[in-house]
């Protein structure tokens, strides 16, 4: 699979399997994450990997759409400074994010972000420093037939290019 045939394909998945990811696929998934771009190349990022279903069905609680963690067979969360200091850190985190989401696709793999809303329930269950923060879990396995289904176009799909995308100025 190429990257363009990638994010195009690439669909939010919220309905696993219960099969279990091999290690491998486990490791190329964070791997890619490690590998993500960051700010000054600063590499402020920590990725916690839980594959434990009662830890992963107490994240589900942690934020209002992070349902899709209780079934998931693998969920990480990506842990940064304190992003009220340096904004950079959440944007190093979304490409962390999508690195290991399209690397998980590739794989035949699904995933779905989710925001955190309860980030003192996340370090309680997750134990990782103060200094840390986690306002970002994702979940990843084998999609559903149910959820790979092919769905009819939404009324208010994606907005053309035409429509976000200004030259040189915005008129």
């Not at 980030?119 to 309680?124: I, L, S």
């Amino acid at each position: 699979m190429n990257v363009d045939e990638a994010i195009r394909s690439k669909r939010a998945v919220r309905q696993f399997t219960d099969q279990p990811l091999p290690e491998d696929a486990i490791r190329a998934i964070l791997n890619a994450g490690r590998l993500a771009q960051s700010s000054k190349n600063l590499q402020e990022r920590q990725f916690i990997a839980i594959r434990d279903r009662a830890t992963l069905e107490a994240l589900s609680r942690c934020g209002t759409w992070m349902g899709h963690l209780a079934g998931a067979a693998l969920g990480v969360a990506i842990l940064t400074p304190d992003p009220g200091i340096k904004f950079q850190l959440l944007f190093d985190a979304g490409q962390a994010a999508a690195y290991m989401q399209l690397a998980a696709w590739e794989l035949g793999i699904g995933s779905c972000l989710g925001s955190v809303y309860e980030p003192d329930q996340v370090r309680a269950l997750l134990g990782f420093p103060a200094e840390w923060h986690c306002d970002v879990c994702l979940s990843f396995g084998y999609p559903t037939a149910e959820a790979l289904a092919p769905r009819p176009p939404r009324p208010d799909g994606r907005k053309a290019f035409d429509e976000i995308v200004h030259w040189e100025r915005w008129t």
